[in-house]
């Protein structure tokens, strides 16, 4: 004979949530890895944006690569050496690089191209050009680059700077060349000279360090040796020594000139021989009367 036994719904209860409970320990791992994963990307996701929002300005767009010949590179923050090519946008913070025959110019925002010479370290320290505001910091570590400014720096000249190893270089609207030429830390070569020069080819720039600021004027050239000693006006070749007047070999004494002037070896003149007068002046009446 068959008893029917009834359990009571506390039982049933417990004996469902043991079951719920013992479920296998791999059967939970691939959702709580899962889980972990999403967390982190959304506590990355909320770092990046708070980020962004304490500096707006960090990695803004700058320019675009207008021209590239040669051998080119682009450094980003926590990236590799990559070849520059033509439209490659640059950014806040990117640094270019080119070799013994590289060529980059750089369009910006504003209007400002920048011609980066061979053999130069060109850095975008930062950039802005909007409704907020505008500024615009560029380094040059070794080289050579040609400026033509744009909208940046003729409202507010503090905008815009140049930054080099020898000094800080700001405009007055302008278009000018730097060459930084950075040998102090090694022997230069023949031909060489430590230090900044800067040509000025339209309006005024100003050049500053430890010693002050000198401002260069259209058409000059300002060269600094380093950035302790004050600029002078030149590109710092060293001058030519006057050519000593002739001297004579038999005893050294200078080669006199003749009574009449010429030079040694230049027969002189003939004398001028005196004109007759033409006879005595007419005293008599007018003529025709």
């Known amino acids: 004979m068959w008893r029917v036994v009834r359990r009571a719904p506390e039982a049933r209860a417990r004996q469902i949530r043991t079951r719920v409970v013992k479920v296998p320990a791999q059967r939970q791992g691939a959702p709580r890895s899962l ?34 010949s040669g051998e080119t590179r682009l450094m980003r923050p926590s990236s590799l050496l990559t070849p520059l090519r033509v439209g490659e946008p640059i950014r806040a913070g990117d640094r270019v690089y080119t070799g013994e025959d590289g060529n980059i110019e750089l369009l910006f925002t504003d209007g400002a191209v920048v011609l980066v010479r061979p053999r130069s370290e060109f850095a975008v320290e930062g950039y802005r050009y909007d409704a907020q505001g505008e500024r615009s910091l560029f380094a040059l570590a070794r080289g050579a680059v040609r400026t033509a400014t744009g909208a940046i720096g003729k409202r507010n000249h503090e905008d815009f ?46 050049v500053s360090n430890a010693s002050g600021t000198t401002e260069v004027p259209e058409g000059a050239t300002l060269y600094v040796r380093n950035a302790q000693e004050p600029a002078v006006f030149g590109t710092g070749e060293p001058q030519r020594p006057a050519q000593p007047a002739p001297q004579n070999r038999s005893n050294g004494a200078a080669t006199p000139r003749p009574p009449n002037g010429s030079p040694p070896g230049v027969p002189a003149p003939a004398p001028v021989r005196p004109v007759a007068p033409l006879g005595p002046a007419y005293d008599g009446p007018p003529v025709g009367q």
């Open 35 to 68: 889980a972990v994963f999403v967390l982190v990307c959304i506590v990355a996701t909320a770092m990046a944006a708070a980020a962004r929002a304490a500096d707006p300005q960090a990695r803004a767009f700058a320019a675009r690569v207008g021209k590239s």
């Open 161 to 206: 700077r140049l930054r080099t190893p020898t000094a800080t270089i700001g405009i007055r609207g302008t278009e000018f060349e730097t060459s930084e030429n950075a040998c102090d830390t090694r022997a230069c070569q023949p031909g060489e000279r430590p230090g900044l020069v800067v040509t000025v080819y339209k309006g005024r720039v100003a």
